[in-house]
């Protein structure tokens, strides 16, 4: 069974850099059928998908255009982990941060999901 | 972007009672849309994905429909369990979006 645990400080001062980790177990952040999503939900913006990143012989990520110029997605092999950092950030990044595994070859669908982290924006 | 809009956008009814959520995709996406539950505080769960397909244990009174930009989700007797928000999300090309929710409550 597939579980993704996440953590990471829940207050970030404007203009600083957010930061998530989603540790996993059950599955690897290497695997060739796998990718590793960053999703995250305010009421303002509702569901938002942020991007992904995925091994396949090398690794590779999508992001979504409105955060593109801010953010990466680092997998670290050695802990089985992926993170999340989203730079410059303002009150509007304000949101649950949720990771999440979609298996491509199936489809673009997310299952499971960590329990979400609260970030708030502030200073 | 695929733009994805839901109705109603919240519903009341009593256990017992069928729901139907409509979800409508702005451009066609074949069959590659999924149903999430997610109750306050909670992560959403998947349901159903490529529009029919129940995920493993999940309740058989669940089930979806649709193709192309027209989707349903139906909840054909609702349990106690049920009363939560609903978004369906398309998963046919970037940036894969979602519906902006049916809220499921008590009437």
């Known amino acids: 069974q597939v579980q993704l645990q996440q953590s990471g400080p829940g207050l970030v001062k404007p203009s600083q850099t957010l930061s998530v980790t989603c540790a996993i177990s059950?599955?690897?952040?290497?695997?060739?059928?796998?990718?590793w999503n960053w999703v995250r939900q305010s009421p303002s913006r509702g569901l938002e998908w942020l991007g992904r990143?995925?091994?396949?012989?090398?690794?590779?990520?999508d992001y979504a255009v409105s955060v593109k110029s801010r953010i990466t997605i680092n997998p670290d092999t050695s802990k089985n982990q992926f993170t999340l950092q989203l730079n410059s950030v303002t009150p509007e990044d304000t949101a649950v941060y949720y990771c999440?595994?979609?298996?491509?070859?199936?489809?673009?669908?997310?299952?499971?999901w960590g329990q979400g982290t609260l970030v708030t924006v502030s200073s | 972007d695929i733009q994805m809009t839901q109705s109603p956008s919240s519903v009341s009814a009593s256990v017992g009672d069928r729901v139907t959520i409509t979800c409508r995709a702005s451009?066609?996406?074949?069959?590659?849309l999924a149903w999430y539950q997610q109750t306050p505080g909670k992560a959403p769960k998947l349901l159903i994905y490529?529009?029919?397909n129940l995920q493993s244990g999940v309740p058989s009174r669940f089930s979806g429909s649709g193709s192309g930009t027209d989707f349903t989700l139906t909840i054909s007797s609702l349990q106690p369990e049920d009363f939560a928000s609903y978004y369906c999300?398309?998963?046919?090309?970037?940036?894969?979006?979602f519906g902006p929710g049916t809220k499921v409550d008590l009437k």
């Open positions: 999440a595994r979609d298996l491509e070859i199936v489809g673009y669908w997310f299952d499971p």
């Open positions: 059950g599955d690897s952040v290497s695997s060739k059928s796998a990718a």
């Open positions: 990143t995925y091994y396949r012989s090398k690794w590779y990520s």
């Open positions: 451009q066609g996406i074949s069959r590659w």
């Open positions: 490529a529009a029919s």
């Open positions: 999300q398309q998963a046919n090309s970037f940036p894969f979006t």
